[in-house]
């Protein structure tokens, strides 16, 4: 089951803040945050994992609610390197094989 | 660190050829992952292998998809008969294997695009 996204577009202003929120119908054991730029490969910039860990970008944060089995990505003071399409990816168990990708958020910065 | 090599990295052939992708992970990553993404979507998983062996394969692909990791090293993903909805970005993924998957980031390659006539 596809892990759904919100926003799918915004555009913000260099300095603004955004959240970015993945949500699933199914239990979650990760959730892995990409960033992809136009013409690009998607690059990896967080996962979360059930517990509580989280690996990743020391400037960039996320949640992980298991509970509501949601995870929010936070961009701080955006910088224009931030554009581009941003990816959730969720497991559904510890053992599962297969990340399965939301549609993404695209995020557009200008000066 | 060379990072994950994808060759070619644009194919375009004509519906009801046969067209071979290959890979190459980043040494020492022992899992390897093939992707397809088309316009405006996440990347769709195809299939997964752990060293040489394939465990994981999507009920989404069809028979005329096969991949194959001989080595453990390399990868091809073949497909047989292409149609014109094959055309998609079909993207190479690798990782440590330490843990499982669920816990370790994936380095993506730089794609091959492919386009069916």
């Known amino acids: 089951q596809q892990p759904v996204q919100s926003p799918q577009a915004v555009i913000l202003r260099e300095g603004e803040d955004a959240v970015i929120n993945c949500s699933s119908s199914?239990?979650?054991?990760?959730v892995h945050w990409y960033r992809q730029k136009h013409g690009e490969a998607p690059v990896f910039l967080m996962i979360?994992?059930?517990?509580?860990e989280q690996k990743g970008h020391e400037k960039i944060s996320a949640s992980f609610n298991e509970k509501k089995q949601q995870s929010s990505l936070y961009l701080t003071a955006s910088q224009l390197s931030y554009s581009g399409t941003y990816f959730c990816?969720?497991?559904?168990?510890?053992?599962?094989?297969?990340?399965?990708f939301g549609q993404g958020t695209r995020l557009t910065i200008n000066p | 660190d060379t990072g994950v090599s994808q060759d070619p990295r644009h194919k375009i052939t004509k519906r009801g050829q046969n067209v071979t992708f290959r890979c190459d992970p980043i040494?020492?990553?022992?899992?390897l992952y093939w992707y397809r993404q088309t316009l405006g979507q996440g990347p769709e998983f195809l299939t997964y292998f752990q060293n040489e062996a394939q465990l994981e394969k999507s009920r989404l692909l069809s028979d005329r998809f096969s991949a194959e990791r001989p080595k453990g090293s390399f990868s091809t993903l073949e497909i047989q008969r292409t149609e014109q909805g094959d055309s998609a970005m079909y993207l190479c993924?690798?990782?440590?294997?330490?843990?499982?998957?669920?816990?370790?980031?994936?380095?993506f390659g730089p794609g091959t695009r492919l386009t069916v006539l």
């Open positions: 990816g969720t497991y559904n168990s510890q053992g599962a094989q297969k990340l399965v």
């Open positions: 040494s020492e990553h022992n899992r």
């Open positions: 993924a690798s990782s440590l294997g330490s843990g499982t998957s669920s816990d370790n980031e994936q380095f």
């Open positions: 199914k239990a979650l054991y990760s």
């Open positions: 979360l994992l059930k517990g509580g």
